[in-house]
């Protein structure tokens, strides 16, 4: 990692409250314990809380696979982008969320060149060998913009095309967290998430902002894969770490210690590539009870930990921690798999799992298939009540509205 980038980490982690990890402190958990205890107490000092409307909602658009920089040496790259941004705009006004989750795959980050369509740097900057590795991190800076034009909060995963020779899951948080005072998007403590899996975090929303226990906590997860940041790229694991699996437990005890039982706030999970155990879930499928379209068969690289046959399982133990520890969770959300919009019940945890819709023009897909977002909303704070959801299509449309509770699937 370049010294800059760990100056701006460490910089970033004493902001939230909390000392950066020290090395001859051997006592990882009880240190973990302390650094969350400091963050509890307020883990975004100088932004507004974000809270439940005054009649007792709270909505949230998540868009998701945006995928933008494809393609930027020729003219379908940055009309794909155009699209995109359109679509944001579109969106934006017309749904009025309180919140907004980028959920992954923000930029193709494989992309050699750059597009002469952004003016942040001079002509023969473009032309530079590494034209688009120094500036893709500023496609991010085109991505943000029509959240703050709206002035709409909002957070951020990073899929599998954010890791590559041109771009790290980092250099985008960082650049986010610069150029979007309302990026709520946060990075994990030292040693969690594994290799450039950083994105693991969480977002309280509160009943009131004068409230000092939320009722609600957002939850973000990097399924990292994609491939190692340079020219001599490896791959990545393309499945939450290990690590995140205790990260889950402490933060859990710490906050039931500070806000009390688990059971008294709701929660919902947001992580770019789904579950593997989601997979064999698609044959199950009811069209009617399970709406939404289908039209993306899973198989290997769909789901997390299966590119390889002998990583299958490897992330067991996030999702074992996340369904053991994070109580009143609603949903798990994911992207990815840009032709698929349905909700299911994931029987082993009795959890529901859902599909968001493929909101970029960028990414591979089919134009019959319809671009758009996925809408959650939760219509009282109660923690235990439904959350309604539906798929909105950039002129409108609406399919796939359910109700997710207990009675779901």
């Not at 994931?346 to 970029?360: L, Y």
Request: charged share 20%.
């Amino acid at each position: 990692m370049r010294l800059s980038c760990v100056l701006a980490w460490l910089t970033h982690w004493t902001v939230y409250g909390a000392t950066a990890p020290s090395r001859a402190n051997t006592n990882t958990f009880d240190l973990r314990a302390s650094e969350s205890l400091a963050i509890l107490k307020d883990p975004y000092p100088d932004k507004p809380r974000i809270t439940f409307r005054a009649d007792g909602t709270f909505k949230i658009t998540v868009f998701s696979d945006m995928h933008w920089g494809e393609n930027p040496w020729d003219a379908w790259g940055p009309e794909q982008d155009a699209n995109s941004t359109r679509l944001m705009k579109r969106v934006l006004p017309s749904e009025n969320p309180d919140f907004v989750v980028l959920n992954g795959d923000l930029i193709t980050g494989e992309s050699r060149f750059y597009d002469f369509a952004l003016q942040t740097y001079s002509f023969l900057n473009y032309f530079s060998g590494d034209a688009f590795k120094d500036n893709a991190t500023f496609l991010i800076d085109r991505i943000v913009a029509p959240l703050n034009a709206a002035q709409i909060p909002f957070c951020s995963t990073q899929g599998n095309h954010d890791n590559q020779k041109n771009i790290t899951h980092l250099q985008e948080i960082l650049r986010e967290q610069q150029v979007a005072p309302l990026s709520y998007t946060r990075v994990a403590p030292a040693g969690i998430g594994g290799v450039d899996g950083p994105g693991n975090y969480w977002v309280p929303v509160y009943k009131k902002a004068s409230d000092s226990v939320p009722v609600l906590v957002l939850w973000f997860f990097d399924s990292r894969g994609g491939f190692s940041y340079g020219d001599n790229s490896t791959a990545i694991p393309d499945w939450v770490d290990e690590s995140v699996a205790t990260w889950i437990e402490s933060e859990s005890v710490v906050m039931n210690d500070a806000w009390g039982p688990p059971e008294n706030r709701g929660a919902l999970a947001f992580v770019h590539i789904p579950p593997h155990l989601i997979q064999n879930l698609q044959a199950k499928l009811n069209s009617t009870k399970e709406p939404g379209l289908n039209a993306d068969s899973l198989g290997s690289g769909s789901t997390q930990s299966t590119t390889d046959d002998a990583d299958v399982g490897q992330d067991d133990a996030f999702w074992n921690s996340l369904n053991s520890n994070v109580k009143n969770l609603h949903a798990v959300i994911s992207g990815h798999d840009h032709g698929d919009e349905w909700c299911i019940r994931e029987p082993t945890k009795d959890v529901i799992f859902c599909f968001d819709k493929h909101a970029g023009y960028g990414g591979y897909g089919d134009y019959c298939w319809g671009y758009g977002v996925r809408n959650l909303v939760f219509n009282s704070t109660d923690p235990k009540g439904g959350v309604q959801t539906w798929i909105r299509l950039e002129d409108g449309d609406i399919r796939a509205n359910v109700i997710l509770d207990p009675s779901y699937s």
